[in-house]
């Protein structure tokens, strides 16, 4: 199954280039990359844009049905496979400590009991009971 899927990718691969040339040679109405040339060519002006219209017909369907078909082959192998959690690691869990002081000054332990209670964090509570 998988040299198939292998050997589809390289086809798409070539097709894909082949595209792109075709669409490249094309001579665009702007006078783009288009390959100009004369009348008096291997093939008439006529009969050259028919044929390289008719080419990217063919090599766009080419392209997207082997599109498809490589769609199909990637769901069809991967089906049926569990996920891989080989690098799920649990994290470790830091101790829960006090924050450090960053300017170094201690604070007392306990508050004298005829002190104020602390505010409230949020400033809108005390505005709420009101």
């Not at 100009?36 to 219209?53: E, I, L």
């Amino acid at each position: 199954m998988s040299s198939l899927f292998l050997f589809l990718t390289v086809v798409q691969a070539l097709i894909t280039i082949l595209l792109v040339v075709v669409i490249l040679i094309q001579k665009s109405e702007g006078g783009g990359l288009g390959v100009g040339g004369s009348p008096s060519g291997f093939m008439s002006a006529r009969g050259a844009a028919d044929f390289m219209t008719r080419m990217t017909q063919v090599l766009g369907g080419l392209f997207v049905a082997l599109s498809i078909i490589l769609a199909a082959l990637a769901v069809k192998s991967s089906t049926g496979e569990t996920v891989d959690d080989s690098l799920n690691r649990a994290v470790p869990t830091a101790p829960v400590s006090a924050p450090a002081d960053p300017l170094g000054k201690t604070q007392p332990s306990a508050t004298p009991s005829s002190a104020a209670p602390a505010a409230p964090l949020d400033p809108l509570a005390g505005a709420a009971k009101k």
